[in-house]
């Protein structure tokens, strides 16, 4: 995946990298959040600027065919996510770290409506 990305977004590396890490920590919140699973590179795509875009919604809240158990991570981060950004040592990494955080105290800010919103989704 790095050697795709670094290719495709040749002249526009740094940019891409930044829609990258920002569309990452936007859709880590919200799989942690919604429990989003089944989440592999099937689902995932990348657009012309480098962001990732989610497919593919139908196992989330714990929704699973035959009650069938996914991965047990809270979001999809891997090593090749990893690469991307540029290392642990990045700071791009440090970016997607405060990004997470700034999300997460947004979400508290709304968690009444957050949680209310839950509750309607997962009525039986």
């Known amino acids: 995946m790095f050697t ?3 290719r495709y977004y040749e002249d526009e590396i740094d940019d891409a990298r930044k829609c990258f890490v920002e ?8 799989t942690y959040i919604f429990n989003v699973k089944d989440r592999h590179n099937g689902n995932i795509l990348l657009d012309s ?4 875009i989610h497919i593919d919604f ?3 809240l714990q929704n699973s065919p035959g009650g069938m158990g996914f991965e047990s991570a809270p979001f999809k ?7 991307i950004i540029g ?9 997607f ?7 997460l105290l947004e979400i508290r800010k709304h968690l009444e409506e957050l949680i209310d919103l839950i509750k309607i989704m997962s009525v039986q």
């Open 97 to 103: 770290k405060s990004l997470l955080i700034r999300g």
């Open 23 to 30: 569309s990452l920590a936007g859709y880590s919140l919200y």
């Open 49 to 52: 600027q480098g962001h990732i």
């Open 4 to 6: 795709f990305f670094s």
């Open 87 to 95: 290392g642990q040592d990045s700071d791009m990494f440090e970016y």
């Open 58 to 60: 139908g196992f989330f």
């Open 77 to 83: 981060f891997t090593q090749e996510y990893l690469d």
